[in-house]
């Protein structure tokens, strides 16, 4: 059971994420819609895990992912965007990004990427 | 250059709709849109930028959209709220955004604005660029696309 922080500026992608992943008994402690929020509720919340859309308003979820792990560069996060480019997918990893989840997603890639990055 | 451009919106749209809804769509032939393009009901577009410039425009009745975002939520349909927008412009989004990942394969590397959602009847777009579009069909409705793109 992991304490999460969801951060996509489509309110159905938040929906779909926060219900697979609190039917699986998470708990998602934060909902952001900008990369901004997520980097503020990050400190705020201090989350087991991450989940952080690329394209969003504000800042992009890159820019996030780099500013949360320098904050905490335990931080464990999980990328999930309907843009899987090669480039985009590498500076994600290379940025320390545990997974990247290309949309559409099936709840059981979602519950793999979660055990696998709290494991 | 606009039938090799399309094909990967049509290609990636199949693919979203069949994973998103569970029910497999038929393409129907590509035709050139009309000048201005008018959409159904709902309308979504997105912009594409980088190697290929212009714009992806989705459309479809208010009753589909409403369909397609109760599938894509597992839900029985509760008519075309702000949850049904969210969901159909997302569909929108993982269409494009798959094409765009197809058109890399090609060499044309593409980026893609959020999308934005159109909601009315007797909408008319004036695109820069003509426009080819087909229907996807589904038993619940019919997802047009239409892909306006030029060589940036």
Redesign the interface.
Known sequence: MARILIADDALFMRFTLKRTLTQAGHEVVAECENGQQAIEKYGEVQPDLVFLDITMPELDGLSALHAIRESDDAARVIMCSALGHGNKVREALDAGARDFIVKPFTPERILEAVNKALA | MQQAYIEPFLQAGSE?LA??TGVTATCGAVVPAGRPLMPERVSIVLGVIGALQGQVILSMSEATAAGI?GL??GMEEAGFD??AA??V??LG??I???A??LL?QSKL?C??T?PTIIFGADVHIALRVPALMAPLTLPLGVVEIAVSLTEA
């Open positions: 979203v994973a998103v975002a894509m939520m702000e949850m969210s969901a412009s997302e989004n993982m494009a955004g798959n765009a990942v890399g590397h980026d893609l959020p």
